[in-house]
């Protein structure tokens, strides 16, 4: 090889040898100049509560080896036989008390009650009636077709927060019930009641598809929620569900007077229940002025009877190591999802308050009633399930109580906003930070999808994990990781 080539070779070495270190020093310094993505808990961006993952029953309670007397503001009590930490057995007299009061309570509860069923009576009368009905062919004039302001939801309508006054708000079916959501309607009150209604374009004079109670109460920091099944809907000023005087129906006002019927039949059932429930009591409190120990155990408590009945509290708490069961039904749908074992929220009817249940039965056999008073899937049976509730809760013998539940196929996920989430060739991915410190990619399994802009996380990532915002030219694997607060991401 001449001295030439050979020279010419050299410096194309020493050239290729130049821009290579050149390469690796701007890869280095930008590598430098590289930002750490910010990662964020997980627990701080999910939701864990969604409500729509829920179903409701309704029950009445027993006791089982527990007793607690209660006294109405009808009775006067004439007599205490018992003292705190006795032990007493079954038949052992404990209070005797005037029933005359009481008696006259008896014919107006049981006025009450017929007036209920006479309403049902008309109410079904009237469905029967329209289901035989044919539309008449009327224009769009006086068919409520638009004349109602629209709404963006969710938007308060009318209420006060009170459980006899509850706030009404228009709900959009993409609405979110979220943390400034709950503190809206909150406005400061430790506690408010409110009816969500989903409206026919939401038009405040639009068809109800759907309409949702909710009780927010304040406990600290945090907010829980209980739910209750909506009495008829109160006035908002843009409805007119008025008969139709001449009986002449347009198609659209057949179907939504239709659909009034079918939830006032609803709540006039559960109302009946209620007053049957009351009625008995009353006539209990009649039929003998001494009330006896039904157990055999130790006086837990022993009140005083106006202190007692103004805090709802008993006046004579009796134990045997016992506690209260409720019966409910689920749908045949929800078998093999939901566990015995399994936790239930209990929300007395009668005071509002919420309490921890556990399943303790799931019978094998369909129930002859699904005792969801028409918000339950006609379709199919439903079977029984029984919950127990620890002594230590504030119900009664007959109270009558609604038992919400999650599937546990629901149960063990979560839900994050879709931004957080890629996909690639139809799977999931995250990006999150390692055991290194680093960031990965990780692959996720997903669940369904809420309004568009959440996913339910059913495996791959945890609530203890840190999730990045997955885009962005910082963002790949084995990126610097620093930990940032939830304030950050949306500033």
């Known amino acids: 090889m001449s001295k030439v080539v050979k020279k010419t070779a050299l410096i194309i070495a020493i050239i290729v040898a130049v821009c290579a270190a050149i390469w690796g020093i701007i890869v280095a310094i930008n590598s430098f100049k590289r930002e750490s993505v910010k990662v964020f808990t997980v627990s701080d961006i999910a939701m864990t509560d969604y409500w729509g993952d829920t179903s409701?029953?309704?029950?009445?309670?027993?006791?089982?080896?527990?007793?607690?007397?209660?006294?109405?503001?009808?009775?006067?009590?004439?007599?205490?036989?018992?003292?705190?930490?006795?032990?007493?057995?079954?038949?052992?007299?404990?209070?005797?008390?005037?029933?005359?009061l009481s008696e006259l309570d008896v014919e107006k509860a049981t006025i009450?009650?017929?007036?209920?069923?006479?309403?049902?009576?008309?109410?079904?009368?009237?469905?029967?009636?329209?289901?035989?009905?044919?539309?008449s062919e009327g224009g769009d004039e006086g068919q409520g077709g638009g004349s109602g302001e629209v709404l963006v939801p969710p938007a308060k309508l009318s209420g006060s927060g009170a459980e006899d006054d509850p706030y009404v708000y228009l709900w959009g079916s993409d609405s979110t019930l979220d943390e400034e959501t709950k503190l809206e309607m909150l406005s400061g009150a430790d506690r408010a009641y409110v009816v969500m209604v989903e409206r026919e374009g939401n038009r405040t004079d639009g068809q109800v598809l759907n309409a949702y109670g909710i009780c927010l109460i304040k406990n600290g920091e945090h907010i829980n929620i209980s739910f209750f099944q909506p009495g008829l809907l109160p006035d908002t000023g843009d409805d007119d569900t008025s008969e139709n005087d001449d009986g002449n129906y347009t198609e659209e006002e057949l179907i939504k007077r239709k659909n009034e019927l079918k939830r006032e039949i609803s709540n006039l059932e559960v109302s009946i229940?209620?007053?049957?429930?009351?009625?008995?009591?009353?006539?209990?409190?009649?039929?003998?002025?001494?009330?006896?120990?039904?157990?055999?155990?130790?006086v837990k408590a022993v009140r005083d009877a106006k202190e007692a009945y103004e805090s709802g509290l008993p006046v004579i708490e009796i134990s045997g190591g016992g506690g209260y069961y409720i019966e409910g039904t689920l749908s045949e749908l929800e078998l093999g999802k939901v566990k015995v074992g399994q936790t239930v929220q209990v929300n007395s009817m009668y005071t509002g308050m919420s309490f921890d249940g556990e399943i303790?039965?799931?019978?094998?056999?369909?129930?002859?009633?699904?005792?969801?008073?028409?918000?339950?899937?006609?379709?199919?049976?439903?079977y029984p399930f029984k919950v127990f509730v620890d002594e230590s809760a504030n119900l009664q013998e007959s109270d009558y109580v609604s038992l919400s539940y999650s599937s546990t196929e629901n149960s063990d996920g979560f839900y994050v906003e879709k931004m957080f989430v890629r996909t690639e060739n139809?799977?999931?991915?995250?990006?999150?930070?390692?055991?290194?410190?680093?960031?990965?990619?990780?692959?996720?399994?997903?669940?369904?999808?809420?309004?568009?802009?959440?996913?339910?996380?059913?495996?791959?990532?945890?609530?203890?994990?840190?999730?990045?915002?997955?885009?962005?030219?910082?963002?790949?694997?084995?990126?610097?990781?620093?930990?940032?607060?939830i304030d950050e991401l949306y500033s």
């Open 273 to 298: 229940k209620l007053a049957e429930l009351d009625l008995q009591k009353l006539k209990d409190e009649v039929s003998d002025s001494v009330i006896y120990s039904k157990v055999s155990g130790t």
């Open 360 to 382: 303790t039965e799931i019978s094998q056999y369909p129930a002859e009633s699904s005792g969801n008073y028409g918000s339950g899937n006609t379709n199919v049976s439903y």
């Open 56 to 100: 409701e029953t309704y029950g009445t309670v027993s006791t089982d080896n527990l007793q607690k007397v209660l006294v109405s503001d009808s009775q006067t009590i004439s007599n205490i036989y018992v003292k705190e930490g006795q032990s007493v057995s079954k038949g052992d007299k404990l209070l005797a008390y005037d029933t005359t």
């Open 426 to 485: 139809g799977k999931s991915f995250v990006y999150v930070r390692g055991e290194n410190g680093k960031l990965e990619k990780r692959w996720i399994q997903t669940g369904k999808d809420l309004w568009g802009s959440y996913i339910q996380i059913r495996g791959g990532i945890t609530l203890d994990d840190r999730i990045a915002f997955p885009y962005g030219k910082d963002v790949f694997d084995g990126a610097k990781t620093v930990e940032a607060t």
């Open 112 to 135: 009450e009650l017929n007036k209920l069923k006479l309403q049902l009576d008309n109410a079904k009368k009237e469905l029967e009636e329209l289901n035989n009905t044919k539309p």
